[in-house]
Antibody
Framework: QIQLVQSGPEVKKPGESVKISCKASGYTFTQAGMQWLKQAQGKSLKWMGW????????TYAADFTGRFVFSLETSASTAYLQITNLKNEDMATYFC???????WGQGTLVTVSS | DVVLTQTPSILSATIGQSVSISCRSSQSLLDSDGNTYLYWFLQRPGQSPQRLIY???NLGSGVPNRFSGSGSGTDFTLKISGVEAEDLGVYYCMQATHAPWTFGGGTKLELK
């Protein structure tokens, strides 16, 4: 069956970086784009952007430019989200999902605390 | 950015009751390709969102047919015909017609 499995929870200090992985299985990785979403505790979902898994082209929402990078390791059917220079407001659960919205990872909680 | 306004924010229902959730958009979600990219998701406590409806009214794979979606332009509705216990959680509408894609604020469905 189709699955997106994300890496485990992270605890980081402000200014550090984090890289979250999202491994796809059960389908051809390059046949569906991958989006990334942020959900702060008790809040709605916020769309961060998406990456074309065929071409590697990235699209970022305005609030997620500069410190946020989407990347791929196509041979491993894996997408990545890297966040650099972490800030307190980056503390949230991050989800990967197919751009159709049909498949979601389980979420990765990033805690930012000094 | 497109603003999606969901009402109500909290919905209390009994098992078997039929309920509706409204999602109003600040601009038309009809795309130039003729599609309307309006989706509905359910997020149960502690879980990832699950896609219920895509393109306004198409039922997602494995989703019970008590769920239905309707609407056009700027006004959309999700209806649950006979709430079951497993339907409790937060419902979100999402639009993917205009970048950035945006979500409504959510509607929490709870038992009365």
């Amino acid at each position: 069956q189709i699955q997106l499995v994300q890496s485990g929870p992270e605890v980081k200090k402000p200014g550090e970086s984090v890289k979250i992985s999202c491994k796809a299985s059960g389908y051809t990785f390059t046949q569906a784009g991958m989006q990334w979403l942020k959900q702060a505790q008790g809040k709605s979902l916020k769309w961060m952007g998406w990456i074309n898994t065929n071409t590697g082209k990235t699209t970022y929402a305005a609030d997620f430019t500069g410190r946020f990078v989407f990347s791929l390791e196509t041979s491993a059917s894996t997408a990545y989200l890297q966040i650099t220079n972490l800030k307190n407001e980056d503390m949230a659960t991050y989800f990967c999902a197919s751009t159709t919205g049909a498949y979601w990872g389980q979420g990765t909680l990033v805690t930012v605390s000094s | 950015d497109v603003v999606l306004t969901q009402t109500p924010s909290i919905l209390s229902a009994t098992i078997g009751q039929s309920v509706s959730i409204s999602c109003r958009s600040s601009q038309s979600l009809l795309d130039s390709d003729g599609n309307t990219y309006l989706y509905w998701f359910l997020q149960r406590p502690g879980q990832s969102p699950q896609r219920l409806i895509y393109l306004v009214s198409n039922l997602g794979s494995g989703v019970p047919n008590r769920f239905s979606g309707s609407g056009s332009g700027t006004d959309f509705t999700l209806k649950i015909s006979g709430v079951e216990a497993e339907d409790l959680g937060v419902y979100y509408c999402m639009q993917a017609t205009h970048a950035p894609w945006t979500f409504g604020g959510g509607t929490k469905l709870e038992l009365k």
